[in-house]
């Protein structure tokens, strides 16, 4: 696996969105993704920047495109933040929970929308969720 | 006696040669804006900002730019750069305005204090100072953009949402760029009121400039609609893009309770029908 282009981009406030999905939506530009992949990711992108502005008060946003050994390329978004962490990410993962008042789609929503997901948390210290949009997945 | 003099009375004494030197020398930088500011106001504006500086240095003690002595100082130099921020001034013009009375100083301590080693921590201390107020220049004149770019903001979601009658008892909404929760609530509250102005019974929110629908733009519709339905009005949802349509799909939002609509023309037709109403095409009747 290879990074070709690496950029990190710190989310405080909510205008801050709106610039980063602009990043995103270059970064998948930059290696021709479709129109449909391309609004997949971003759609997931702000799903997951949002749940970071809302429960931990923001955090940071690595961007990377990789390109992996069988030609794939994609784009590669790791979302860290200093929050209070989930409790149950089971239920967390589940369709229609919320502890705010959302939707509650905002984590399963995400990971239907990308190739690959993954998240890790640690309750009082924090959350690291990373998802890859492959060009053609 | 001259090694004795203190900046103050160095300052004061030549008030009138610096004020000239530090004019000259703003005016020698080719950053100075005539077509922003005049020679005259200029000439004031400093002997005034001159006038100040010096009282505020009266007691001899540069050292704290925080003390009560220089509150007078900062605030007029605040209001000095808000000033220019707002009128079109770039940092480098507003800060070269401090910088340039700092080389206006030198000149006239050099001349007024003989002793190398005073007039080294003299200028020190000047230099410092200086500095400090420089830096609530730049505090100051950003804060002065940052003032002109919320205005802006402010602007620009007054604009953009617009409620259009297009028909008799038809609304149309065309919404564009982000949906967020403050914009949702402009939105919905410009399109309840003019149902009731209007007694329209079908609104049509338009999200074709809605770069990207993602769970909180459905939840914030949804909120509209299911408002506008208390109101007695029907909502339709139109300009999905196809895009858009799978996105939805898979976020897993579920909007079938809704009447969606690919374009505009499309739920402008559905309007029409619900409304029994019919558009044709006019035939000449000359013929019989």
């Known amino acids: ?137 | 006696m001259a090694a004795k003099i203190t900046v103050y009375q160095a300052l004061n004494k030549n008030a009138k040669k610096l004020h000239e030197d530090w004019l000259t020398q703003q005016m020698q930088d080719e950053g100075l804006r005539e077509d922003l500011i005049s020679n005259e106001e200029l000439r004031l504006e400093s002997e005034e900002f001159l006038k100040t500086f010096l009282a505020a240095i009266k007691d001899d003690l540069l050292e704290d730019s925080n003390s009560s002595n220089f509150d007078k100082l900062n605030e007029m130099l605040a209001g000095i750069s808000i000033n220019r921020a707002r009128h079109g001034f770039s940092p480098r013009e507003t800060g070269y305005y401090i910088f340039s009375l700092k080389q206006a100083i030198f000149k006239t301590l050099e001349k007024e204090i003989t002793d190398l080693k005073k007039l080294y921590t003299e200028i020190l201390r000047v230099n410092k100072l200086i500095d400090s107020l420089a830096t609530v220049t730049f505090e100051t004149f950003i804060r002065g953009r940052e003032e002109v770019i919320i205005r802006q903001t402010n602007e620009i979601s007054d604009i953009s949402t617009p409620v259009i009658q297009v028909w008799d008892n038809i609304l149309a909404l065309p919404i564009i760029g982000t949906l967020d929760s403050s914009r949702t609530q402009v939105v919905m509250e410009s399109l309840l009121m003019k149902i009731v102005e209007t007694e329209s019974t079908i609104a049509i929110l338009d999200i074709s400039g809605v770069p990207a629908v993602d769970s909180l733009v459905a939840q914030h519709l949804i909120k509209t609609v299911s408002a506008t339905r208390l109101m007695g009005a029907e909502c339709i949802i139109s300009g999905i893009r196809p895009e858009i349509a799978q996105t939805i799909v898979h976020l897993g939002i579920d909007l079938s309770g809704i009447n969606t609509k690919a374009s505009l023309s499309h739920a402008l037709r559905f309007a029409f029908q619900t409304l029994r109403l019919e558009v044709r095409k006019k035939t000449d009747k000359t013929a019989s």
């Open chain 1, 1 to 137: 696996m290879i990074v070709l282009n690496k950029d990190t981009i710190k989310i405080e406030k909510e205008q801050d969105v709106v610039f980063f999905r602009n990043r995103v939506a270059e970064y998948a530009d930059k290696i021709k993704m479709g129109l449909v992949n391309k609004t997949k990711l971003l759609t997931a992108a702000s799903e997951l920047v949002r749940n970071m502005l809302r429960y931990a008060n923001g955090g940071k946003v690595l961007c990377e495109i990789i390109s992996h050994a069988t030609l794939q390329t994609g784009v590669r978004l790791t979302f860290s933040d200093q929050g209070p962490g989930i409790p149950d990410i089971e239920k967390a993962m589940q369709d229609g929970y919320s502890t705010g008042k959302s939707l509650g789609l905002g984590l399963p929503g995400a990971k239907r929308l990308v190739s690959i997901f993954d998240i890790k948390t640690q309750l009082g210290k924090g959350t690291t969720v990373t998802i890859t949009k492959w060009k053609n997945g």
